[in-house]
């Protein structure tokens, strides 16, 4: 007799076990299922195997080759095409001319197939349905028989209110040849859906034979857990390849190779695979271990599963869980119970991988990481949400809906019961998608939200200085990437969340300590119509009125399609600015211009500027927050010309006062700042500490590095519109033209290069850095900045990204850089030094 | 000692204030009107204004808005029978907002949090 195994699924339910083999083949006690439906074939003399196969046939073909090396003869039939169950057994049909068997072969049973084969042959039947009755049928088709056994009802995946018995098809059949006539050849054809109902309805000889013994489909992870545990329960007898140890009491089982401490605590059923290695005082009890696997000391494994080529790290504990090929586990890494963890992924030390979380191959996950979700297609979970007051992520890859709810929740969760909240977005299509997820998470929470829909950052930052809510969220497109969205969380001043907040939220979010309001005491939703006015007026207050109307200036404007474009041009006519507004208009469904645009659209500007005689153009970026300045000539202004231009503007108009400016500006700001008998604060890098040091009363100006300024006057956070204002009210007040004070600003080169350096060299390089600048005048603000008289050199590590920033300004452009590469040459030497 | 200026335009609001926040420490100069409140700006120094809304003929948020005009860094409490101003858009102007009650504990607190915050700027 001949039996067929269908091994062609996809194996989609089980995923991410088989993302890199087929569903037969996945290693169940170390042997692929689909082996031991060969062993149970053998047991009752069926030799002669036909194996329908279609995804991924060759990783099934190579294991079993022509069979011989397993006691069977195999012939493999490959469809072209999906042909259903029934009609892939057709594509058979040339090899068998006599009565043959049908099993999937991703099932787990023992059950006496003889015994089916004896009831098909007595009871002369054309097809025979093995049966078994299981707890919970819904899953599975449902047959009724009569007292014949003769099939007389089907009722395919039914409802509980349908379920008539408890019967169900195994998917296991005997067939007489004959029922190839009822099968069309290259049409889609289904055992349960089609070839059944025919048989019954043309009153063929169609029987059901129920059996009873172990029987489960291994469809899903969960299952597949369930299998296991059956067999360390004893509830089904596998043959197991590693051969049983003669120890009392316990069902111990070792591969060959094997090297197994003699401290290792062992309880239960374990098996370990040939090469494998247990160190130490590893406590496992249940648990299959693979080929080539590394355990280390002080791991603990209950009921787990592990395949091939893994190896955990000291103290790592692991419940319930699989751990799929060429996995690494950092040491005091946690997986709770359900936990799959798919080939080729790193955990870092510990890190903790909740409950029934799957992550998908290749994936890495960091040091110190809580994966509460399953992680499919991200390449990386980081350790923090947050960088410095930002989480960001891809749009509906990272940041999901659901991921940003129960962000939202953990947020509102931090917050006091019955508070308030602004919340804002840019003109994206996917900031709004995300925002309204969010603003669900924050009302479960009992936090009441303020919804200022469409609305630059500076504005919402601006509200927040009032009274009436404890923080605000404003969600935007990256300027990086347009698929990544950002999500900037101000706190109850509209400044950027501090650490310490920032820390708050993540740990709500990663135990999962949501609050849940009653259900009368969700958060509402309102709106605040008024806001702009608002703004408007504060804006009017902190700009002299006067004078710009006098001067009645021409500016040109690109406003990148931001909400700024509807809201600056009607304040700067108000104050007889003439605005040529470019890209004013919004467009949600436009993106952020890639970086490799800009150069054309500040060229663009530059010309209608030059073309109007405009007095000054303006880039906005669409975060509404840094600007671009062009002068009257048309010369574009690099960040790091902007800033000390700034600064001579104000000293240039008169104006006394402190300018706050972070540790890697030019010294020539302090150069001028000293002339005029004004003072410079510096600062660390980070927005919030230069936000922060604007607070101080004396400070009249606080600029970055990348074109944002904020001018305390009016607001103490980055503001792009007041920036625009701010700097033709300077313009009109020193009565000469930008390209002029510009001329007047005392030359010296100023250089910056990045290195890329890996997190974990960081602190090295600074170490290294701080040795070497020992003899030397530094100041350690942010980073090492060593002086050499007016000279000086700044090693800062980025606070994001695997960079090392090399910063130097000079006055002579040959000491810049030969300084610059002399300090780029000794970060590459620590680099090679720490590796 | 922080000094506070009450402007209300009923006495017995001025004086149940000065006793109270006199207990708590505060040197309490108070103006029934907002004429007053501005003349008494002009000759002395507060560290914190507490400003009721409806004053009698006058405009507490006119005065706020002359306050915040004039006096960048003087922080100003809002104190109104009503919760409605807190959605006026030259309420928010103010640095804090209070609902008057027979309970003061949340004005006091208030006025301790805007003065924190100024102390912190």
């Known amino acids: 007799m001949k039996a067929v195994i269908m091994a062609g699924g996809f194996g989609t339910r089980i995923q991410p076990l088989t993302c890199n083999m087929p569903k037969p083949m996945i290693p169940l006690i170390n042997r692929p299922i689909m082996l031991h439906i060969v062993e149970l074939l053998k047991k009752y003399e069926i030799t002669d195997l036909v194996m329908l196969l279609y995804h991924q046939p060759s990783v099934i073909k190579n294991f079993f080759r022509d069979g011989s090396d397993f006691g069977v003869k195999i012939t493999y039939v490959t469809p072209l095409e999906d042909m259903g169950t029934a009609g892939a057994v057709k594509c058979a049909e040339k090899y068998i001319d006599e009565r043959f068997l049908v099993i999937s072969g991703d099932l787990l049973t023992d059950f006496n197939l003889k015994k089916v084969m004896d009831f098909h042959s007595d009871n002369k039947a054309l097809a025979t349905i093995t049966l078994t009755s299981v707890k919970d049928p819904l899953q599975f088709g449902v047959v009724i028989t009569d007292k014949e056994r003769r099939i007389i009802q089907f009722l395919e995946k039914p409802g509980w209110g349908e379920v008539i018995s408890d019967t169900i098809n195994t998917g296991i059949y005997v067939f007489e040849p004959e029922i190839f006539n009822f099968i069309p050849a290259n049409e889609n054809f289904d055992f349960s859906q089609d070839l059944f109902p025919m048989l019954l309805e043309k009153k063929e000889q169609l029987f059901g034979y129920p059996i009873k013994g172990y029987w489960r489909d291994v469809g899903n992870t969960d299952s597949y857990r369930e299998a296991h545990h059956d067999i360390f329960r004893g509830r089904i007898n596998v043959k197991i390849d590693e051969p049983k140890q003669d120890v009392v009491g316990r069902d111990l089982r070792l591969g060959t190779d094997v090297r197994l401490d003699e401290s290792a605590l062992l309880d239960g059923t374990v098996v370990v695979g040939d090469n494998s290695q247990i160190f130490g005082s590893s406590q496992i009890k249940d648990s299959v271990i693979g080929r080539n696997c590394t355990i280390e000391p002080g791991v603990k494994l209950s009921r787990c599963v592990i395949w091939d080529n893994v190896y955990l790290k000291k103290g790592a504990k692991i419940v319930d869980s699989v751990i799929c090929n060429n996995v690494s586990v950092g040491q005091g890494v946690v997986i709770e119970e359900g936990g799959i963890i798919a080939d080729d992924t790193s955990i870092g030390e510990e890190a903790y991988i909740k409950r029934d979380v799957k992550v998908w191959p290749r994936k890495l996950i960091e040091a110190g990481a809580t994966v509460t979700d399953n992680m499919i297609w991200g390449e990386k979970w980081k350790k923090s949400l947050f960088e410095g007051a930002i989480i960001k992520g891809l749009t509906n890859v990272e940041l999901t809906p659901e991921f940003v709810a129960k962000l939202g929740c953990a947020y509102g969760t931090s917050l006091p019961k019955g508070s308030f909240v602004l919340a804002a977005r840019d003109a994206f299509l996917a900031s709004r998608m995300l925002k309204r997820s969010f603003l669900g998470g924050i009302l479960s929470a009992g936090v009441n939200v303020r919804d200022l829909k469409m609305m630059p950052l500076p504005i919402v930052r601006y509200k927040l200085k009032t009274f009436g809510e404890v923080g605000g969220v404003h969600f935007r497109q990256s300027q990086e990437d347009p698929a990544l969205t950002e999500i900037v969380f101000l706190d109850g001043d509209g400044l950027d969340f501090s650490s310490s907040m920032a820390k708050n939220v993540e740990r709500i979010f990663f135990k999962e300590n949501f609050r849940r309001a009653h259900h009368k005491e969700p958060g509402g939703i309102t709106e605040l119509p008024q806001v702009i006015d608002f703004y408007r007026e504060g804006f009017a207050r902190g700009v002299n009125r006067d004078l710009l109307k006098k001067q009645n200036s021409k500016i040109v404007i690109d406003f990148n399609h931001s909400p700024a474009g509807q809201l600056l041009p009607p304040i700067m006519n108000d104050l007889g600015i003439e605005v040529i507004a470019l890209n004013a208009y919004v467009d949600e469904e436009r993106g952020i211009k890639n970086a490799d645009e800009r150069p054309q659209s500040l060229s663009q500007l530059s010309k209608i500027v030059t073309s109007l005689e405009a007095r000054a153009g303006f880039w906005l970026d669409p975060t509404v927050e840094g600007v671009i300045v062009v002068d009257e000539t048309g010369k574009v202004y690099t960040a790091e010309e902007t800033l000390p231009l700034m600064v001579a503007l104000f000293l240039r108009s008169g104006q006394k006062g402190t300018f706050a400016v972070p540790v890697s500006a030019p010294s020539v700001v302090e150069i001028m700042a000293s002339e005029k008998g004004c003072a410079v604060i510096r600062t660390k890098n980070s927005e919030r500490a230069m936000i922060e040091a604007s607070l101080a009363s004396e400070v009249i100006m606080a600029g970055s590095m990348d074109g944002r300024f904020a001018f305390p006057k009016f607001q103490t956070g980055f503001d792009g519109m007041f920036t625009v204002v701010k700097t033709v009210e300077l313009l009109a007040t020193s009565g000469v033209p930008m390209s002029v004070i510009y001329g007047e600003i005392p030359h010296r080169t100023f250089l910056q290069s990045r290195i890329t350096c890996a997190w974990e060299m960081k602190g090295g390089i600074m170490r290294k850095m701080s040795e070497d600048s020992l003899d030397c005048e530094a100041t350690f603000i942010d980073g090492i900045k060593v002086h050499f008289g007016e000279d000086w050199v700044l090693v800062l590590p980025d606070q994001y990204q695997p960079f090392v920033h090399v910063v130097a300004e000079g006055k002579d452009p040959k000491v810049v850089h030969r300084l610059l590469a002399e300090y780029q040459k000794k970060v590459e030497k620590w680099k090679k030094e720490l590796q | ?121």
């Open chain 2, 1 to 121: 000692m922080a000094r506070l200026l009450v402007v209300d335009d009923e006495s017995s609001i001025r004086l149940l204030y000065s006793q109270e926040l006199g207990e708590e420490g505060y040197d309490v100069v108070t103006a029934g009107s907002a004429v007053e409140a501005v003349e008494k700006l002009q000759n002395e120094q507060f560290d914190l204004i507490l400003l009721d809304i409806k004053l009698k003929n006058e405009s507490g948020l006119d005065l706020l808005q002359k306050i915040v005009k004039d006096r960048h860094d003087l922080p100003v409490v809002l104190c109104s029978a009503f919760s409605c101003y807190k959605d006026d858009f030259s309420a928010w102007l103010a640095d804090g907002y209070v609902v008057k009650s027979s309970d003061l504990q949340e004005l006091k607190d208030e006025i301790k949090k805007v003065l924190a915050k100024k102390q912190n700027r």
